[in-house]
């Protein structure tokens, strides 16, 4: 399959259920423009996560169609939606390897600058270099003993590293301080080229947003 080249996603009648349950988004219309920020908001269990994990292709929706552009999901193959999303969630998975080829896998042939400054808009670069072999400290030395929002914000670094088109964030800083919520939300904002949608439980999140999108038992309200 040829490079399809990103544009608005738009989800049109989107009904989806995990199981045989009732379903957990319903009759959903939602677009989202390229290169804007889209800030998504509403109570815990209101499908949030879900209708990311429909962005991301984790599961397609029992009705309705998720299109970019004119193309519909499910007709652009595994390349094209890697190349596309960045997906940054609570869990983050990490290798037996250094922080800096755990960065990496984002862009396998990154520079050392361009890693560099990706660890910088996520507010990750002071703590590397304060660790005893800087970027090239095994993760597994560091083990459990990594903090939650550490391990965010290395999955933010690869977020900033890639050069996926739109970055899909799950409460990306809710396990962060002010201070560094506040360098991660001015780097989210200052990607002008990029589609970011983010969902967040905070107040303060939603100051960089372009557009509030509210869900409420898996619909907008
Ligand atoms: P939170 O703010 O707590 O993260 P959310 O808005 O992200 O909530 P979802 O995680 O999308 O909500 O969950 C929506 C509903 O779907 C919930 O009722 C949840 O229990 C259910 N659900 C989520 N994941 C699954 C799954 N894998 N299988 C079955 N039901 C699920
Ligand atoms: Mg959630």
């Given at each position: 399959q040829p490079h399809i080249s990103f544009d608005d996603i738009h989800v049109d009648d989107v009904t989806f259920a995990y199981q045989q349950d009732d379903p957990i988004l319903q009759n959903l219309h939602l677009h989202f423009d390229k290169g804007k920020v889209t800030g998504i908001i509403g109570k815990s269990g209101s499908g949030k996560s879900t209708l990311l994990k429909l962005l991301m292709r984790f599961y397609d929706p029992l009705r309705g169609v998720i299109q970019i552009g004119q193309t519909p999901l499910t007709n652009i193959n595994t390349s094209n939606m890697r190349h596309m999303f960045a997906y940054v969630t609570q869990d983050t998975v990490l290798f037996h390897d250094s922080i800096e080829n755990n960065i990496k896998i984002a862009k396998l042939d990154a520079t050392s600058d361009e890693i560099q400054a990706a660890c910088q808009k996520a507010s990750l670069h002071d703590w590397i270099m304060s660790l005893?072999?800087?970027?090239?400290?095994?993760v597994s030395e560091l083990g459990s003993s990594l903090s939650g929002g550490e391990r965010q914000r290395i999955s933010l670094a690869r977020a900033f590293l890639s050069q996926a088109e739109c970055i899909l964030l799950d409460e990306p800083t809710s396990n962060l301080d002010v201070l560094n919520e506040g360098i991660i939300l001015k780097a989210l904002q200052n990607e002008k080229e990029r589609t970011i949608i983010l969902v967040s439980h905070r107040e303060s999140t939603m100051k960089i947003v372009n557009q509030t999108i509210k869900m409420d038992q898996g619909r907008v309200s």
């Open positions: 005893p072999e800087g970027y090239q400290t095994p």
